[in-house]
T-cell receptor, first 115, second 111 residues
């Protein structure tokens, strides 16, 4: 199992450009999450999904959109990038039920710089 | 949004020393998780705790779920250089789909 994978690993955008970050998991997990991590701020939840076709807002959703068309994929979109969105983005997934179902497993991250 | 308070924020220790860190909350949690993040990598799950008072070990790491359900502790015995990183706690309450994360403890180990 590859676990949780993220593409790309690095990206530099200019202000106003758009991009999509892809998260994929091969663990058949129901729940998927997008976080951003900034120095001194810990992990902050952007959006999450409790199943295919469903999404919900997290703590810092403004400026981002998400889609979960397939169970194994969770896409994070930036329609018009801003310097404030410079950050490291992490995807995570977990099971819906059963033992240890609250344990989230993280991808390796995408480092995004917006100039 | 709510974040858990972790302490210390950072610590410098010598190889071979034991390490203790904790995480506190004003709210009750049903699950406590401890993660480690190496530089440039994603967080990796170390230990999961599901019952108040539970004490669980993973090699040199031991974590405890506080009796009040508002805190958790992580101990690392006989630290080695590869223990360097940031340690995060995370809590889950009720049937919430989300975790609440701590602010992290940055550990540096000197030879």
């Amino acid at each position: 199992n590859a676990g949780v994978t993220q593409t790309p690993k690095f990206r530099v955008l200019k202000t106003g450009q758009s991009m999509t970050l892809l998260c994929a998991q091969d663990m058949n997990h129901e729940y998927m999450y997008w976080y951003r991590q900034d120095p001194g701020m810990g992990l902050r939840l952007i959006h999450y999904s409790v199943g295919e076709g469903t999404t919900a807002k997290g703590e810092v959703p403004d400026g981002y959109n998400v889609s979960r068309l397939k169970k194994q994929n969770f896409l994070l979109g930036l329609e018009s990038a801003a310097p404030s969105q410079t950050s490291v983005y992490f995807c995570a997934s977990r099971k819906n039920h059963g033992g240890n179902s609250y344990e989230q497993y993280f991808g390796p991250g995408t480092r995004l710089t917006v100039t | 949004g709510q974040q858990l308070n972790q302490s210390p924020q950072s610590m410098f220790i010598q190889e071979g020393e034991d390490v203790s860190m904790n995480c506190t909350s004003s709210s009750i949690f049903n699950t406590w998780l401890w993660y480690k993040q190496d530089p440039g990598e994603g967080p990796v799950l170390l230990i999961a705790l599901y019952k108040a008072g539970e004490l669980t070990s993973n090699g040199r790491l031991t974590a405890q779920f506080g009796i009040t359900r508002k805190d958790s502790f992580l101990n690392i015995s006989a630290s080695i250089p590869s223990d360097v990183g940031i340690y995060f706690c995370a809590g889950q309450s009720g049937t919430a789909s989300k975790l609440t994360f701590g602010t992290g403890t940055r550990l540096q180990v000197t030879l």
